[in-house]
């Protein structure tokens, strides 16, 4: 497994043993416990290599989670949750942080997979917001919101609720403060194909793999999202959810999905960034206006590979269509912005990619990098092209 490798090659030797130590495997803490202070990457990675299947897999899953909270988007969750942020800082890399904050402070270290979970899944096609038609200014009884959920979703023997209250940025630039409902329910078993290493033959191993679910309700806007695969479930479990948790019998209202203002774009705006966010440039590429009146459409397209050399304003500019800025007879209806990442450290050149959206709330965000997409859905709102 990669990450098992990255964790073990990056993070410190005494944190790798109480990974080790975390999959209850007391052969190996012995054995780990005699070995000197300084350790070596080739010990602890032939320890793991002698794990039993059971053991391995708890220790990779420990590892997995390090590994997915090592990038920009998982440290901005941790740096700003755990309680203890000068040990936190202390440890230097991504990965002696992460590490750290599972092994000391590990709710919180859930909590920010929770978050990270739940603020990702509004740039996906698995995420839905509601108004609920109702004037409720808190969440009741969570603790009964949690005993109803556990049975709704087959039992305790099946399903884990965890609930907390949390922030996140606003629109506007304020804190939201949110209360944050995670459902992780057992799924249909399934067959898994692998190859044993010791008979060097092909088995298969019955995993049944968790389903996750998340409610996020806002008891100041009287919103609430949720995040689910399912189209219709998601319809369904948010009314279950106004009328069990917040005690309202009308059906709450979808929301439309991320309205998009294009328009903001005819004015050439000015679409700030700076280099701590890892951005060097960014530039509108393409336009497309539609006429309201005639439904009639017109173009404009900065070169090929050049738009930040040449943007779409001053090659309207050139071609002398300016008057499509300035009219109001016509209206975006979709645009591209290309945007330059720094060079990071190690990459010989930067990357970079193109964010197209659609009126009235269409992108390709889903099609970027996790962070690209993090990043992208921040500064949008940002620029006053769309809102939560």
Not at 150 to 175: A, M, N, S, W, Y
Not at 273 to 288: A, M, P
Not at 349 to 375: F, G, H, M, V
Request: with cysteine.
């Amino acid at each position: 497994m990669p990450y098992v490798k990255r964790v073990l090659k990056y993070v410190r030797d005494d944190y790798c043993r109480k990974l080790l130590q975390l999959t209850g495997v007391t052969k190996a803490q012995r054995i780990i416990a005699q070995e000197p202070e300084i350790s070596t990457t080739v010990n602890l990675v032939d320890t793991y290599a002698n794990l039993d299947k059971r053991h391995r897999k708890t220790f990779e899953d420990l590892t997995r989670r390090i590994d997915q909270m090592t990038d920009e988007v998982g440290q901005e969750f941790l740096a700003r949750l755990v309680k203890n942020k000068a040990e936190y800082t202390a440890q230097g890399d991504p990965y002696n942080k992460a590490a750290w904050a599972l092994l000391h402070e590990q709710t919180l270290f859930e909590q920010a997979e929770n978050e990270r979970f739940a603020d990702e899944a509004r740039l996906t096609a698995k995420w839905d917001s509601f108004k609920v038609l109702s004037t409720v200014s808190q969440l009741p009884d969570l603790e009964g919101l949690k005993d109803y959920l556990t049975q709704h979703f087959g039992g305790d023997d099946e399903v884990l609720v965890d609930l907390f209250q949390r922030e996140r940025p606003g629109i506007d630039g304020k804190i939201e403060t949110l209360q944050q409902v995670m459902v992780y329910r057992e799924g249909l078993p399934s067959l898994l194909k692998e190859v044993s290493k010791k008979k060097k033959a092909l088995r298969e191993t019955m995993i049944r793999p968790a389903r996750e679910y998340a409610f996020l309700w806002n008891p100041k806007k009287g919103e609430l999202e949720v995040v689910t695969r399912k189209k219709q479930e998601r319809e369904q479990l948010a009314q279950l959810f106004t009328s069990k948790a917040l005690g309202v019998k009308e059906a709450p209202q979808k929301l439309e999905r991320r309205q998009l203002t294009l328009d903001v774009l005819k004015s050439n705006p000015v679409l700030p960034f700076n280099r701590q966010e890892g951005i060097e440039q960014v530039s509108v590429s393409y336009l497309k206006f539609k006429s309201t009146r005639s439904d009639a459409v017109y173009t404009a397209q900065s070169p090929a590979y050049k738009a930040h050399e040449k943007d779409v304003y001053q090659v309207m500019k050139e071609d002398e269509t300016e008057l499509f800025l300035n009219c109001d007879q016509y209206s975006v209806v979709e645009a591209s912005i290309a945007v330059k990442f720094r060079k990071r450290e190690g990459q010989n050149r930067a990357n970079s990619t193109t964010i197209t959206l659609k009126d009235p709330c269409t992108s390709n965000l889903q099609d970027l990098t996790e962070r690209e997409r993090y990043l992208s859905w921040n500064k949008l709102k940002e620029w006053g092209l769309t809102h939560d």
